[in-house]
């Protein structure tokens, strides 16, 4: 399994963090003041996650005990998806903010969809040839339009990392690895039952499977790593 390093002290991240499947990290401005577009742009993407029947976390929803920046990363770690809500009026702490979860978003392999005012004027230039949804003020219908189509966009990519995955799985050699991380991609983003079921059975698979010596080690690790995402997983009736 690939390693995920602490953004904290550089350390390897081996700490269980709660999955939440079916869930998007809503990445915004919370405090100041905001303005109309920024409200409606907010709004709009809870209504249509909302919507297409996806959860919503944001920084927000943490208590202010503690490290914040660890709890940040833990949540991330356990969506499925990341959107990010943003415009020429956000403050650049903010933007600062909110660019460091879309890096770690994309880091850790989720999807992240970024809606924005003020297209291209705004957008950090390493970030200058990704596709966004943008607000334009009198363009409401067609934001809203876009803004659906982007997040049902999210079943479509579930699908495709749970195809890749299934690729892997039915190989003549099984990369248990891959196949693992693959399915977990797609099961956080839609709890999908084949992508836990094909946990499940790989589980079993790596457990019973001759293994020399030299591998025994990254097996036990291999194993450790499915059971807790099994164990953590919401109504998982492993």
Not at 17 to 46: C, H, I, N, V
Request: net charge negative; aromatic share 10%; glycine share 8%.
């Amino acid at each position: 399994m690939p390693l995920v390093y602490s953004p904290l002290n550089g350390d390897e991240w081996k700490e269980p963090f709660e999955l939440f499947p079916k869930t998007g990290f809503l990445m915004l401005q919370s405090g100041g003041e905001l303005t109309a577009d920024d409200l409606f742009m907010q709004d709009a993407a809870r209504a249509q996650m909302g919507a297409q029947g996806y959860e919503i976390k944001t920084a927000i929803d943490l208590r202010r005990s503690g490290d914040y920046l660890h709890k940040i990363t833990k949540m991330i770690m356990g969506c499925g998806f990341g959107v990010a809500v943003f415009s020429s009026d956000t403050p650049s702490r903010t933007i600062g903010n909110i660019f460091f979860e879309v890096g770690y978003c994309l880091a850790l392999g989720k999807p992240v969809i970024l809606v924005v005012k003020g297209g291209s004027k705004v957008m950090p230039s390493d970030f200058v040839r990704s596709e966004w949804v943008e607000f334009k003020p009198g363009s409401e219908e067609q934001f809203q339009q876009d803004l659906a189509g982007q997040i049902n966009g999210l079943t479509q990519q579930s699908a495709f990392f749970e195809l890749l995955a299934d690729a892997a799985y039915e190989a003549e050699e099984v990369d248990h690895e891959l196949v693992v991380e693959r399915y977990k991609r797609a099961a956080l983003i839609n709890s999908s039952e084949h992508s836990l079921q094909r946990l499940r059975d790989t589980e079993l698979a790596v457990r019973t499977a001759e293994v020399t010596p030299s591998f025994a080690t990254h097996r036990r690790s291999l194993l450790e790593n499915v059971k807790q995402f099994l164990r953590l997983f919401p109504n998982n009736a492993a």
